[in-house]
């Protein structure tokens, strides 16, 4: 069970990240930050959300997390987009991205990495007052 002030921690970090993600999206086009940096805190923040919204166990949100981001990627070598109706396509496109990549699932893996070090490593510091 996630703590109440823990779970707190999660929505900040949620927003904090969405910030800097629409911040992204919105003012840089191309570059390492938009290609990589950004897939990078995507996972984060998708486990921000996760693990803020449900009560499971650090393993398997990262476990989720990973596995949700791994789907949304492989989704992009059959074009998901293309198959979603016109006046949708921006959104969908903004959501499951328009190619695959394979550094995108290693960007996606680092940020995972990231995660379980923070939680494994400062989770004492905040869980024990």
């Known amino acids: ?16 990240l969405l910030g800097i993600e629409t911040a992204i999206a919105t003012y840089l086009k191309t570059g390492f ?3 990589n940096l950004g897939d ?8 921000c959300l ?3 919204c449900s009560n499971i166990s650090v393993k ?4 989720m997390t990973l596995a949700i981001s791994f789907l949304i990627e492989l ?7 293309q198959y979603i109706p016109e006046e949708y396509k921006n959104v ?11 550094l995108d699932l290693l960007m996606y893996v680092l940020g995972i990495v990231l995660v379980w070090g923070i939680e494994n490593f400062k989770a004492p510091l905040i869980t024990n007052p």
């Not at 989704?75 to 987009?81: E, T």
């Not at 969908?92 to 394979?102: D, E, I, K, R």
């Open 60 to 63: 398997t949100g990262l476990f």
């Open 92 to 102: 969908a496109t903004l959501v499951f991205g328009s190619h695959f990549s394979w």
């Open 33 to 35: 930050i938009r290609a």
């Open 50 to 52: 996760l693990m803020a």
């Open 1 to 16: 069970m996630i703590l109440r002030s823990k779970r707190l921690l999660y929505i900040i970090g949620f927003v904090i």
């Open 40 to 47: 990078f805190l995507v996972v984060i923040l998708l486990y």
């Open 75 to 81: 989704l992009q070598l059959v074009n998901l987009p």
